[in-house]
């Protein structure tokens, strides 16, 4: 027993010692252990910012940990891109934008140092922003029918407003021009903060916008909604047609999403995606998106992929139809 004594005390400070040094790294290896950085490629106050602001408040509750939202609005998009490119593969920094920034950007600027296959991985299909077909009240056009005649009896007659060439609003409705072989004149303004009144003022008798810009003059009976670009009705107005019953395959509606850069573990993103879904079905997240103009969906990294993809496929075909091209 003697002999054997010294042995056990041996082992048994071995084991303690190996515990000792393995419950720091089991801790290490908890996620997250630290704040999650949300990086929106544009200014407060955007879709993508509202959506981010509105996931990462219920997913820091998910977690157990702060999800910080970072805008680096600038160089469309390179300087978002630059600063997930830099931060560490571990799954506390990620992107969230619409999917301009890999369908529209790469069309219509040259080299711009990021590319969706190459640097990012998707996680999150968040959410969707379907615009409106609206026309002043004065146009003799109560539906989207009604319109399409209207414009094929005066070609050439009637402005459509937008929110500057190469916006989703623009080519939104040269995609729309080009499968009804329609002839409107385009009135392009810097954002929906011009176009939406020259559209009450009568200087365009037609354009696409967000919900939130048009409700109020739609109450007032100022604007009509005649259609709207998503795939499908919207619960915000489910009266209101999709422009796809008529064309079908149409869908230009904004998304949102969550992107991790390549290299982040796989493990990471399975884990945000979950709880992406489980906060987009919150009766709270469904009515707050509502109000801005924005359809929760929670998809898979899967569904998102194909829904960048798609994006993709479609305003390329847009972007050659209105004649942009690459600066």
Same mark, same amino acid.
Do not use: W
């Given at each position: 027993? #003697?002999?054997? %004594? ?22 290490? $290896?908890?996620?997250?252990? #630290? *704040? ?13 910012? $509202?959506?981010? !602001?509105?996931?990462?408040? %219920?997913?820091? +509750? #998910? ?22 490119? @830099? ?10 934008? +619409? &999917? ?14 990021? +590319? ?26 109560? $539906? ?6 209207? =414009?094929?009896? #005066? ?6 407003? @937008?929110? &500057? ?19 409107? $004149?385009?009135? *392009? ?43 499908? %009705? @919207? ?15 149409? +869908?230009?509606? *904004? ?15 399975? !884990? ?19 109000? =801005? &103009? ?5 998809? @898979? ?12 496929? %479609? ?13």
């Amino acid at each position: 027993m #003697k002999q054997r %004594r010294p042995l056990l005390l041996a082992t048994a400070a071995l084991i303690a010692g190996t515990l000792s040094l393995s419950m720091p790294a089991l801790c290490q $290896t908890t996620y997250p252990n #630290k *704040p999650i950085k949300f990086v929106v490629p544009y200014s407060a106050g955007g879709l993508p910012d $509202t959506v981010a !602001r509105i996931f990462a408040q %219920r997913l820091g +509750d #998910k977690l157990g940990q702060s999800v910080v939202v970072d805008n680096k609005p600038g160089a469309n998009g390179v300087v978002a891109a630059q600063a997930i490119a @830099s931060a560490p593969k571990d799954g506390y920094t990620f992107l969230v934008t +619409d &999917g301009s920034m890999f369908s529209i950007n790469p069309a219509i600027y040259k080299n711009l140092g990021y +590319d969706y296959k190459r640097d990012f991985l998707p996680v999150s299909l968040a959410a969707r922003a379907p615009l409106y077909l609206a026309v002043n009240a004065k146009v003799p056009a109560a $539906t989207l029918q009604d319109f399409i005649a209207l =414009a094929k009896a #005066k070609p050439g007659t009637l402005n459509y407003g @937008s929110s &500057g060439i190469g916006s989703t609003h623009h080519l939104t409705m040269e995609a729309m021009k080009a499968s009804l072989n329609l002839d409107l $004149t385009h009135v *392009p303004f810097k954002g929906s903060g011009q176009s939406v009144p020259a559209l009450i003022g009568g200087q365009v008798e037609v354009l696409f916008s967000a919900l939130p810009s048009l409700a109020g003059f739609v109450k007032s009976g100022q604007v009509r909604l005649l259609a709207s670009n998503a795939a499908q %009705r @919207s619960s915000q107005a489910p009266s209101v047609p999709a422009i796809s019953e008529m064309i079908p395959g149409f +869908d230009f509606a *904004p998304i949102v999403g969550v992107l991790a850069a390549t290299g982040t573990p796989a493990s990471v993103i399975e !884990r945000i995606s979950s709880e992406m879904a489980a906060i987009a079905k919150m009766p709270e997240v469904i009515q707050t998106l509502n109000n =801005a &103009g924005i359809d929760p969906i929670g998809g @898979s990294p899967v569904e998102y992929n194909k829904a960048i993809l798609g994006e993709n496929e %479609r305003l390329a075909k847009a972007i050659a139809i209105a004649g942009i091209k690459a600066e």
